[in-house]
């Protein structure tokens, strides 16, 4: 554990030098009791105490101005609980492409609830995750009408219902702010590439005790450029070797043929490659006997997309009369990114290219052959061959997104009891345009068949013969939420040590998703067709409770039970069980047991369909059994699905022995049945049941049908550190020590149905899970100057998936932050990312053309400068 040598460093020091840094007569610590009561996220019940029976992390508005982060995903993502299986927007080839989204433990962005202003927003119209994770784009979220940020660390399906499983992230907005704020940012890496703006405007009035009423309303634009694989160092050349020492960024398919599995160049009489590709060994490139016509696709890769974003956010609180008032709110984002689609610069005939018949719905191969008769093939015969078709138009993917959310309600006081009760709606409503990078398989046929596209000069080719060819697709997905809740907060009755506190509340709310195929795909007119389509909708209503109760004065218990009732798969009930001890002022301790749930998602349970293509094994092939076949591989929506249920446990203490001091060590451990995904495709083809594997009358293979399953369990557990320290001086400033820490002690899942559980943590089995991860940030604060310096830690973990390496290092990021406010009302800033300009650990398991490093956790940013302001009239 790396990281604990540092981290304990860290903690001993504050607790050391704490008592004799503080003043006698210094401002009552952040963590200090308050005689006001706070509403903290993962309960309905208010409380005097800040810190609860469950561990939550709380990113106030300071510390978001002192990160330097610019959205609400950079600021999310870089938290020691996201320590991995969550995809980010430089993952710019999924379904997904674009957004992000975050997911705690390890266990998917689906498994993490995410919330604004305590109440859901509509999901992600693209699932991630080969359809199934369905997740809030945390990109849509205003990051500047934020006033702080509570994460949850525990399971919360007892308060929230579903995907609350591995914890929750509420996102809080401003309340009651008076005055007007504008901002502005640039940013620029000293490498190129990913040039910044931000502007924003927060402005409110209305004093709601006074006058009655409050409107907060905020506007802020994001603009970035678009990080291309040829403007950085590590990955400009595309010969960063892979298995066997190969040249994993470029391709050797840019113009040859495979005669004899040897590879050989198509050349002009003058012995010249087309345009765009250069005369090279194939062997570097992917291991073949021969020469190519090859080309480096760093020009053609993007590492992190561009994007633009517009948003809008509106929240406004009338008093109706002294116990009622009237609330709402209204956010609207719109997001446009861009990046190079795929694994080639425009369109790739290639060997093992599908298209989709349009009768039978079932994919039938495209050849890879040069017709004989073809005036550019010196074989005489119908040759293999493998080409680049530069000029059918950049393969550019544009993924645009509007989402919104309006909610309204009424909440007040009646006698004793406060209620609330609030309805909403929500959308997100998506479109994907790839213009180029696919082929009109028909027009592409006769143009080979007749000799029409100039193989050897591809710009002689006549511009008719290119629009025949040359295809352009989108993509619409629809995601909608609307709902309504209502509940009572209050006090039951008198016990010996207080009032036993009461909340309960009723809530309905209808989700609806719906993903559409190109209709060049359903036509079988699209050459490698991606097939995403989901059509589902549902209704669920739930009713829940919570007792907060007093048994000493130091001692209380709180007990919470859900009912939720989904109109698809049936009924769930979560209960959980929390415990608060604090024998003494400085000493807290607490634990939690609980039980939870995550419904299915509705490209699970739904009428979804995936396509994808490859080779299996059929040992019942009727012309060579235990031959390699090419049928279509179907992943469907499985309407049979039971929710996969938790258990989740917690406990842990938290030590203030001095004002201005905290420390809290917490233990988890989740454990998860009927985790749903998809079987192995071999053991289906090798049961042969007809129900999932579909032949012709001959008994060749056809379609093989993989569904959705309840399937396996998955254990895991950690340790959460946070330490938060502040020294105060009379002339020298306030200093200030924070870090939260992270080790996952396992995660144990089965690799096959009813097989062993298989350790992932600090290994790459499937995906990214390093065993520690932190965020450590010391400041200063001298009069009207503030610095702060974060050092983010990522922990090494196992290399299991490649031979060339046996374990992927540690990496470490510095970020500085520095801020003057010596002219009234004007804060000037200056952010440096990554210091010192560390660069990804390399990862063998990664051969693919972008990088040779985990997207998931890491990108190429290098180091980052950030200057802006903010002017408050």
């Given amino acids: 554990m790396p990281c604990v040598v540092p981290l304990t460093a860290a903690i001993a020091t504050a607790l050391l030098f704490a008592p004799h840094l503080a003043r006698a007569d210094e401002a009552p610590a952040s963590n200090s009791k308050t005689l006001s009561t706070v509403v903290v996220t993962g309960?309905?019940?208010?409380?005097?105490?800040?810190?609860?029976?469950?561990?939550?992390?709380?990113?106030?508005?300071?510390?978001?101005?002192?990160?330097?982060?610019?959205?609400?995903?950079?600021?999310?993502?870089?938290?020691?609980?996201?320590?991995?299986?969550?995809?980010?927007?430089?993952?710019?080839?999924?379904?997904?492409?674009?957004?992000?989204?975050?997911?705690?433990?390890?266990?998917?962005?689906?498994?993490?609830?995410?919330?604004?202003?305590?109440?859901?927003?509509?999901?992600?119209?693209?699932?991630?995750?080969?359809?199934?994770?369905?997740?809030?784009?945390?990109?849509?979220?205003?990051?500047?009408?934020?006033?702080?940020?509570?994460?949850?660390?525990?399971?919360?399906?007892?308060?929230?219902?579903?995907?609350?499983?591995?914890?929750?992230?509420?996102?809080?907005?401003?309340?009651?702010?008076?005055?007007?704020?504008?901002?502005?940012?640039?940013?620029?890496?000293?490498?190129?590439?990913?040039?910044?703006?931000?502007?924003?405007?927060?402005?409110?009035?209305?004093?709601?005790?006074?006058?009655?009423?409050?409107?907060?309303?905020?506007?802020?634009?994001?603009?970035?450029?678009?990080?291309?694989?040829?403007?950085?160092?590590?990955?400009?050349?595309?010969?960063?070797?892979?298995?066997g020492g190969r040249w994993n960024g470029w391709s050797a398919k840019g113009a040859r043929f495979l005669v004899d599995g040897v590879s050989v160049p198509l050349l002009d009489a003058n012995g010249n490659c087309p345009t765009g590709t250069v005369l090279t060994a194939s062997a570097p490139i992917d291991g073949l006997a021969g020469d190519t016509c090859a080309f480096n696709q760093a020009d053609y890769t993007t590492l992190i997309p561009a994007t633009e974003r517009l948003q809008g956010y509106l929240n406004g609180t009338l008093r109706i009369n002294e116990n009622v008032e009237a609330f709402g709110e209204a956010l609207y984002s719109y997001i446009r990114g861009t990046s190079w689609f795929g694994s080639s610069p425009y369109f790739t005939l290639e060997s093992g290219r599908f298209a989709l018949n349009a009768e039978t719905g079932l994919a039938e191969p495209v050849p890879a052959l040069l017709p004989a008769n073809n005036p550019y093939n010196p074989y005489g015969v119908a040759t293999p061959i493998e080409y680049t078709f530069f000029n059918l138009g950049a393969s550019i993917k544009t993924n645009r997104s509007d989402a919104y959310r309006v909610l309204g309600g009424l909440r007040g006081r009646w006698g004793e009891w406060d209620w609330e009760t609030t309805a909403f709606a929500a959308r997100s409503k998506e479109t994907e345009n790839v213009a180029g990078g696919f082929a009109n398989r028909w027009g592409l046929y006769d143009a080979l068949n007749n000799g029409t596209y100039n193989l050897h000069n591809p710009a002689a080719t006549p511009q008719s013969v290119i629009d025949s060819i040359a295809l352009s697709t989108d993509r619409t997905a629809d995601s909608k939420l609307t709902g309504a809740d209502a509940k009572i907060i209050g006090q039951l009755f008198e016990l010996p040590a207080g009032r036993v506190g009461f909340a309960a509340g009723v809530e309905w709310r209808r989700e609806e998703l719906v993903s559409r195929n190109p209709w060049q795909i359903d036509a079988g007119l699209q050459i490698r067709p991606a097939i995403a389509a989901v059509d589902g909708s549902r209704d669920v209503a739930a009713v829940y409770a919570e007792f907060n109760l007093p048994v000493t004065s130091t001692f209380e218990v709180q007990v919470a039970g859900r009912g939720d009732h989904y109109s698809d798969f049936g009924n769930a009930f979560s209960p959980k069980l929390s415990l608060r001890w604090q024998p003494f002022d400085a000493l807290l301790l607490r634990a939690a047991a609980s039980r939870g749930f995550r419904a299915p998602s509705l490209s699970e349970n739904a009428d979804s369909t995936s396509i994808s293509y490859g080779s299996v094994v059929d040992p019942h092939d009727p012309d060579v059994p235990g031959s390699r076949q090419n049928p279509t591989f179907f992943t469907v929506g499985n309407t049979n699905l039971e929710p996969e249920r938790t258990h989740s446990y917690n406990a842990g203490f938290v030590l203030s022995p001095w004002a201005d001091t905290s420390l809290s060590v917490d233990w988890y451990r989740i454990e998860l049945d009927n985790l749903i995904g998809t079987g192995n495709s071999a053991t289906i083809v090798q049961q042969n049941n007809p129900a999932d594997v579909i032949r012709d009358s001959r008994g060749k293979l056809l379609a093989v049908y993989n569904r959705y399953q309840n399937l396996t369990e998955l254990k895991t557990s950690g340790i959460d550190v946070e330490l938060r320290q502040r020294w105060r001086t009379d002339s020298a400033g306030d200093f200030g020590l924070s870090s939260v820490y992270t080790h996952v002690l396992e995660y144990r899942r089965q690799n096959t149905?009813?097989?062993?559980?298989?350790?992932?943590?600090?290994?790459?089995?499937?995906?990214?899970?390093?065993?520690?991860?932190?965020?450590?940030?010391?400041?200063?604060?001298?009069?009207?100057?503030?610095?702060?310096?974060?050092?983010?830690?990522?922990?090494?973990?196992?290399?299991?998936?490649?031979?060339?390496?046996?374990?992927?290092?540690?990496?470490?990021?510095?970020?500085?932050?520095?801020?003057?406010?010596?002219?009234?009302?004007?804060?000037?800033?200056?952010?440096?990312?990554?210091?010192?300009?560390?660069?990804?650990?390399?990862?063998?398991?990664?051969?693919?053309?972008?990088?040779?490093?985990?997207?998931?956790q890491y990108d190429l940013r290098g180091r980052y400068f950030s200057v802006g302001f903010d002017y408050t009239f």
Wanted: no cysteine; glycine share 12%; charged share 20%.
């Fill in 753 to 856: 149905v009813g097989g062993p559980l298989v350790d992932y943590a600090g290994s790459n089995i499937s995906f990214t899970l390093p065993r520690n991860k932190a965020a450590t940030t010391a400041d200063w604060i001298l009069g009207d100057f503030t610095t702060a310096l974060t050092w983010y830690h990522t922990g090494g973990y196992a290399q299991t998936r490649s031979t060339a390496q046996t374990r992927v290092d540690n990496y470490d990021q510095l970020d500085l932050y520095f801020a003057w406010s010596g002219i009234d009302k004007l804060t000037l800033f200056a952010k440096v990312q990554n210091l010192t300009n560390e660069e990804p650990p390399y990862d063998a398991s990664f051969p693919g053309i972008r990088a040779p490093y985990d997207f998931s």
């Fill in 43 to 243: 309960s309905n019940i208010g409380r005097a105490d800040a810190e609860g029976p469950n561990p939550v992390q709380v990113i106030s508005r300071e510390q978001i101005e002192t990160s330097g982060k610019a959205t609400v995903a950079d600021l999310l993502r870089s938290i020691s609980a996201n320590t991995g299986n969550a995809a980010n927007e430089t993952s710019n080839s999924g379904w997904a492409s674009g957004s992000a989204g975050i997911g705690l433990r390890g266990l998917s962005q689906k498994n993490t609830l995410v919330l604004l202003n305590g109440r859901r927003l509509a999901n992600y119209g693209f699932p991630a995750g080969g359809l199934s994770d369905t997740f809030v784009n945390l990109n849509a979220l205003p990051l500047v009408a934020v006033e702080r940020i509570e994460v949850l660390k525990d399971g919360a399906s007892a308060v929230y219902g579903s995907d609350a499983v591995a914890g929750v992230v509420n996102i809080i907005t401003r309340q009651n702010f008076e005055g007007l704020e504008i901002g502005g940012r640039i940013g620029i890496s000293d490498e190129g590439g990913l040039d910044e703006r931000q502007a924003k405007i927060v402005g409110g009035f209305g004093d709601f005790d006074s006058d009655g009423y409050n409107v907060l309303y905020s506007v802020d634009y994001y603009d970035r450029d678009r990080l291309d694989q040829s403007e950085r160092d590590l990955t400009r050349s595309g010969i960063y070797t892979g298995p």
